[in-house]
């Protein structure tokens, strides 16, 4: 049983890969990667990995089922959050955007099939299941899109898609980090074509950002497009590929990037843990020695410091005497071997990569806080004006509703050619076109929304502060 709240147009494979963690394979179709047209946010875009890992599902079970249903929890799981929205507007919110995205399919035209400019979900609806009291979101997809499904459910040879990790997914930071992940995969096998500075920033979701075009545009798309997300990929332990990228340029500027992705050398890398495991002697510590600075006064020192201290902890100080380059090797040497003057120095560095991460990640929470104060304000002033809307039509005579929603039908009919008259899209567009004018032509309706929008603000603004407070403690006692 359920009760409808609010309408809006807005198989995985699993298996144990340790005791305490697990792969969530999604086979995605390669027209869904190379998409454009939608600057979607991190969360976003693990929400539609979740919406397509769920249509498969169900397509498994039933390849001609219309309608796909989730439920809002077992979506969130897609994501790698903590924080408890009980309401679940804000998350609402982020579904209502991706309704709302048009998006560009295949623009690498990878798969050679024909791919449309299309929604990435249609027809949402979100239901309350009275019983579990959970939200439930039912929704469609494009027939494109379900197609490349059913090809890869029916094992299709001409089928094209990426084995999508979401597990790995759920833990990136950086939405343009997803997006290279995803490119990565869908090109496991072959080269990723070299693309046009103009596909790489479609594919990005950056093409109409001010910052990323002009004299300074590529200055800030090394610094934080590739940069941050090739590093955290090349960082990430579970990922078993490296990415570097090289730029062409024409006339001074850059007119092509191509992505080139390398298997982690994993016999380089057991072969130098079987040298790290290998014994250090009196020799191995002298070789570690710059050579001009090796002498026997030097050796017998060493010799004799080998009594009192482990190998590896005299190597340490080597190394890092090694590094300050003094002019006095043997004083400076042993001046750190007598006060371990490497621990010191690897604590302070060690302490300053870790307030570098601190100082990052309460940027990130507090930028995240910001984003949640706007959206709180909007859905304030949406939910008002729906009031003002439904007043509206309340204070009218049937015939009269009915010329008005009939009038406003036609409109939106020419605004809106390619949506479904018959369509939830159709009844949102219908409502927010009135609205806007019953609320242009009435100053009351005006001097309403502009109160309930000052509400809305100063109430956003108090919980703003009040978490904001709560998250400089949490940092200040870390």
Same mark, same amino acid.
């Given at each position: 049983?359920?009760?409808?709240?609010?309408?809006?147009?807005?198989?995985?494979?699993?298996?144990?890969?340790?005791?305490?963690?697990?792969?969530?394979?999604?086979?995605?179709?390669?027209?869904?990667?190379?998409?454009?047209?939608?600057?979607?946010?991190?969360?976003?875009?693990?929400?539609?990995?979740?919406?397509?890992?769920?249509?498969?599902?169900?397509?498994?079970?039933?390849?001609?089922?219309? *309608?796909? /249903? @989730?439920?809002?929890?077992?979506? %969130?799981?897609? +994501?790698? =959050?903590?924080?408890? $929205?009980?309401?679940?507007? &804000?998350?609402?919110?982020?579904?209502?955007?991706?309704?709302?995205?048009?998006?560009?399919?295949?623009?690498?035209?990878?798969?050679?099939?024909?791919?449309?400019?299309?929604?990435?979900?249609?027809?949402?609806?979100?239901?309350?299941?009275?019983?579990?009291?959970?939200?439930?979101? *039912?929704? /469609? @997809?494009?027939?494109?899109?379900? %197609?490349?499904? +059913?090809? =890869?459910?029916?094992? $299709?040879?001409?089928?094209? &898609?990426?084995?999508?990790?979401?597990?790995?997914?759920?833990?990136?930071?950086?939405?343009?980090?997803?997006?290279?992940?995803?490119?990565?995969?869908?090109?496991?096998?072959?080269?990723?074509?070299?693309?046009?500075?103009?596909?790489?920033?479609?594919?990005?979701?950056?093409?109409?950002?001010?910052?990323?075009?002009?004299?300074?545009?590529?200055?800030?798309?090394?610094?934080?497009?590739?940069?941050?997300?090739?590093?955290?990929?090349?960082?990430?332990?579970?990922?078993?590929?490296?990415?570097?990228?090289?730029?062409?340029?024409?006339?001074?500027?850059?007119?092509?990037?191509?992505?080139?992705?390398?298997?982690?050398?994993?016999?380089?890398?057991?072969?130098?843990?079987?040298?790290?495991?290998?014994?250090?002697?009196?020799?191995?510590?002298?070789?570690?020695?710059?050579?001009?600075?090796?002498?026997?006064?030097?050796?017998?020192?060493?010799?004799?410091?080998?009594?009192?201290?482990?190998?590896?902890?005299?190597?340490?100080?080597?190394?890092?005497?090694?590094?300050?380059?003094?002019?006095?090797?043997?004083?400076?040497?042993?001046?750190?071997?007598?006060?371990?003057?490497?621990?010191?120095?690897?604590?302070?560095?060690?302490?300053?990569?870790?307030?570098?991460?601190?100082?990052?990640?309460?940027?990130?929470?507090?930028?995240?806080?910001?984003?949640?104060?706007?959206?709180?304000?909007?859905?304030?002033?949406?939910?008002?004006?729906?009031?003002?809307?439904?007043?509206?039509?309340?204070?009218?005579?049937?015939?009269?509703?009915?010329?008005?929603?009939?009038?406003?039908?036609?409109?939106?009919?020419?605004?809106?050619?390619?949506?479904?008259?018959?369509?939830?899209?159709?009844?949102?567009?219908?409502?927010?076109?009135?609205?806007?004018?019953?609320?242009?032509?009435?100053?009351?309706?005006?001097?309403?929304?502009?109160?309930?929008?000052?509400?809305?603000?100063?109430?956003?603004?108090?919980?703003?502060?009040?978490?904001?407070?709560?998250?400089?403690?949490?940092?200040?006692?870390?």
């Amino acid at each position: 049983m359920y009760l409808v709240l609010l309408i809006d147009k807005k198989g995985g494979i699993m298996v144990n890969k340790n005791l305490t963690e697990k792969v969530m394979l999604l086979e995605k179709p390669s027209g869904t990667i190379a998409i454009a047209g939608g600057d979607l946010d991190t969360r976003q875009r693990k929400f539609y990995n979740g919406f397509l890992l769920n249509a498969k599902k169900e397509l498994l079970k039933n390849p001609n089922v219309e *309608r796909f /249903t @989730i439920s809002l929890n077992e979506l %969130k799981k897609t +994501l790698n =959050i903590i924080e408890d $929205d009980k309401n679940n507007t &804000y998350y609402k919110k982020l579904i209502k955007e991706l309704y709302e995205v048009s998006i560009e399919y295949n623009v690498l035209k990878k798969d050679k099939e024909e791919y449309e400019i299309a929604h990435l979900l249609d027809n949402v609806r979100f239901e309350i299941n009275l019983e579990t009291k959970e939200t439930i979101i *039912r929704y /469609t @997809i494009p027939i494109m899109i379900k %197609k490349s499904l +059913l090809k =890869i459910l029916k094992g $299709d040879p001409d089928s094209l &898609y990426a084995r999508i990790d979401l597990v790995i997914i759920k833990g990136l930071k950086s939405k343009y980090s997803v997006i290279l992940y995803e490119l990565c995969k869908d090109y496991e096998k072959v080269e990723i074509p070299e693309m046009t500075i103009e596909q790489f920033k479609k594919i990005f979701g950056i093409e109409n950002k001010k910052s990323y075009n002009g004299s300074s545009g590529f200055i800030n798309i090394k610094q934080r497009i590739l940069y941050p997300s090739i590093k955290e990929l090349n960082d990430n332990p579970d990922i078993d590929f490296k990415i570097d990228y090289k730029l062409r340029k024409s006339a001074n500027k850059y007119t092509h990037i191509k992505f080139i992705v390398t298997p982690k050398k994993l016999k380089q890398i057991k072969q130098s843990e079987t040298e790290a495991e290998k014994p250090i002697n009196l020799n191995s510590l002298m070789l570690a020695i710059p050579e001009e600075h090796r002498t026997k006064q030097l050796e017998k020192y060493l010799a004799k410091c080998l009594e009192n201290h482990d190998a590896k902890y005299i190597l340490r100080q080597i190394e890092y005497t090694t590094q300050q380059k003094f002019k006095n090797f043997f004083a400076y040497l042993k001046k750190a071997i007598e006060e371990d003057y490497a621990n010191h120095y690897d604590n302070l560095e060690k302490e300053k990569q870790e307030q570098e991460i601190r100082k990052k990640e309460f940027e990130r929470r507090l930028k995240q806080l910001e984003e949640e104060r706007e959206t709180a304000i909007e859905i304030a002033i949406d939910n008002e004006k729906t009031r003002i809307y439904k007043e509206y039509l309340n204070l009218l005579e049937d015939e009269d509703k009915k010329e008005l929603l009939k009038k406003y039908l036609e409109k939106a009919k020419e605004l809106y050619p390619d949506v479904d008259e018959k369509s939830y899209e159709m009844e949102f567009k219908v409502e927010r076109l009135i609205v806007e004018d019953i609320i242009a032509e009435n100053k009351l309706f005006q001097m309403r929304l502009e109160k309930a929008k000052a509400k809305a603000e100063e109430r956003a603004q108090i919980l703003f502060e009040a978490e904001k407070k709560k998250l400089i403690r949490q940092f200040e006692q870390a």
